[in-house]
């Protein structure tokens, strides 16, 4: 089974909410670096719940996925935003967005650092000059603190297990989602660093304007679990 295969169904019931956390910090970026609100492209934008508040916000929406069964949940959830099953580290969009959102460890997907710097590459691309990048990456000490167990979860009708093992010597963070019935879904993250991430942007051009540890815009300190990097083109 893919990833998001079968929890793209009910991915908004656990999962989905979170995105509008990220309006705090768009909201935060249009006031404090005057960016205009004309058009967003949301990157891995999942069942299209960020793309929706963007929307509201007065930005033109653009949302592109792996999974085409988050975009197909995307689509249904937003038929007037525009969806797009893609790769980020290759989709080809012929425009360009001043502001370009990578949301919920979504990047940390990439499990290499030739996957990542492709990405990245890609995503400035698609940046207007002056443009602005809002990501998150899930660090190492979160793997090491939170990243074991298994959690029995249970959306309205449906009960599956969460399986969570990591590999601290690779930094490889494993999620089974075992619906039953041999029913599985395995998703493979990478855990990274904040230097890592500042060598990622750096090295194609972004410059970092700030780092938040969560969405009350703390500072970053050694164990921050999150870290959420907002880059300009
Ligand atoms: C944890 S979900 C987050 C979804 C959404 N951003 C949100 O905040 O709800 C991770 C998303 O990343 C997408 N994804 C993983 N690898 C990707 C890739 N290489 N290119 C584009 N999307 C990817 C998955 O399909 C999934 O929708």
New binding site residues.
Partial sequence: MK??EKLAKF?NKG??E??SL?MKLVDYTIEKYNLSTDKAL??????G??AADLSNKGFKVTG????ED?IHEATRNNPELKFHV????NFNINDKFNLIT?????IN??TDSSMMKE?IQNIYKHLSDGGIFIVDINTPALYEDKHHGTLHREFENIKFDQILEYDKMQRIGVTTFDFGEGQKEVHTQKAYTVEEMEGFLGEVGFNILEKFKDFKLSLVDERAYKVIFIARK
């Fill in positions: 990833a998001f991915y999962w989905g979170l995105s990220y949301d990157v891995a934008c999942g069942t719940m960020l592109v996925d792996l999974s988050m893609g790769d980020m580290r990578c949301a919920f460890d979504s997907y990439l990405a």
